[in-house]
C-alpha cells in the first residue's frame, strides 16, 4: 500500500533554532516530492517541488533534501520565526494520468519566542 | 487572481440534511480536486475533475456527488449528512496532472455534522 509517513508528529521548538522534519514514503512508482506549509485555518501552500532526480532543494530558510534510494526526504527550516509555526505536510506523487497525491499526516511545528 | 476559493468557510448540518460546496477557481487550470481532512490524517481525495464535463472518484467518493459544467467552477454536494462527514473540505486546482505541476489549494469549508 502507497504510505507516506512523517515524523515527529509534533515539534517545539525556541526562535532562532533549527529543527529537522522527517518524511518516509512507499509509494511507487515514485513521480516527485514535494513540502507543504499549512497555516492553521488555511489551505497547504507549496514550499518545494523535487523530482526523483534531485536530491535537495531550497526555498529560502527551508531546504528540502530527497534521498530516493532509501525512500526518505526531510526538511530543515533554519534560523525560525514565530511565523513557522504551521503544520507540515510531505506529499509524495504517483506517476500516472491522476498524478495522485499522497499526503503524510503532517508534523505540527510550534515556535516559542 | 484571487487563485481557489470556496464557500462557505464554515457550516453546521444537521444529519439528513444536504448542501452544496462551492469551489471556484480563475486559473484557467483543467485539474480540480476535492480532499477532506480529519483530525491527524493526511488529505483523502473525495473526487477530481480533469476538465469540464468529466470527474472521476478518489479514495472516499462514498456519500458525495461532483459536477463540472464550467472550467472555473467545481461544487461538492454532500445529500445525506452523516456524521462521518464532519470534517475540512479542501478544493484544489492544477493546470495537469504532471509531476511538477503545482496544485492551488483554498482555504477550505470547516464542515460539522451533528
Not at chain 1, 497555516?39 to 514550499?47: A, F, K, Q
Not at chain 2, 444537521?14 to 483543467?30: A, E, R
Not at chain 2, 488529505?43 to 462514498?62: M, W
Not at chain 2, 464532519?86 to 504532471?98: L, M
Request: charged residues 15%; aromatic residues 10%.
Amino acid at each position: 500500500k502507497n504510505q507516506v509517513e512523517q515524523s515527529p508528529q509534533s515539534l517545539i521548538i525556541l526562535e532562532g533554532k533549527n529543527c529537522t522534519l522527517q518524511c518516509n514514503y512507499t509509494v511507487s512508482p515514485f513521480s516527485n516530492l514535494r513540502w507543504y506549509k499549512q497555516d492553521t485555518g488555511r489551505g497547504p501552500v507549496s514550499l518545494t517541488i523535487m523530482t526523483f532526480s534531485e536530491n535537495t532543494k531550497s526555498n529560502g530558510r527551508y531546504t528540502a533534501t530527497l534521498d530516493a534510494d532509501t525512500k526518505q526526504s526531510s526538511l530543515h527550516i533554519t534560523a525560525s520565526q514565530l511565523s513557522d509555526s504551521a503544520s507540515y505536510i510531505c506529499v509524495v506523487i504517483s506517476t500516472g494520468n491522476t498524478g495522485k497525491l499522497i499526503f503524510g499526516q503532517g508534523t505540527t511545528l510550534q515556535v516559542k519566542p | 487572481n484571487a487563485g481557489v476559493t470556496q464557500t462557505p468557510k464554515f457550516r453546521i448540518l444537521k444529519i439528513g440534511q444536504s448542501m452544496t460546496l462551492q469551489c471556484t477557481q480563475d486559473m484557467n487550470h483543467n485539474y480540480m480536486y476535492w480532499y477532506r481532512q480529519d483530525p491527524g490524517m493526511g488529505l483523502k481525495l473525495i473526487y477530481y475533475s480533469v476538465g469540464a464535463g468529466i470527474t472521476d472518484k478518489g479514495e472516499v467518493p462514498n456519500g458525495y456527488n461532483v459536477s463540472r459544467s464550467t472550467t472555473e467552477d467545481f461544487p461538492l454536494r454532500l445529500e445525506l449528512a452523516a456524521p462521518s462527514q464532519t470534517s475540512v473540505y479542501f478544493c484544489a486546482s492544477s493546470y495537469s496532472s504532471r509531476g511538477p505541476d503545482e496544485q492551488y489549494f483554498g482555504p477550505g469549508t470547516r464542515l460539522t455534522v451533528t
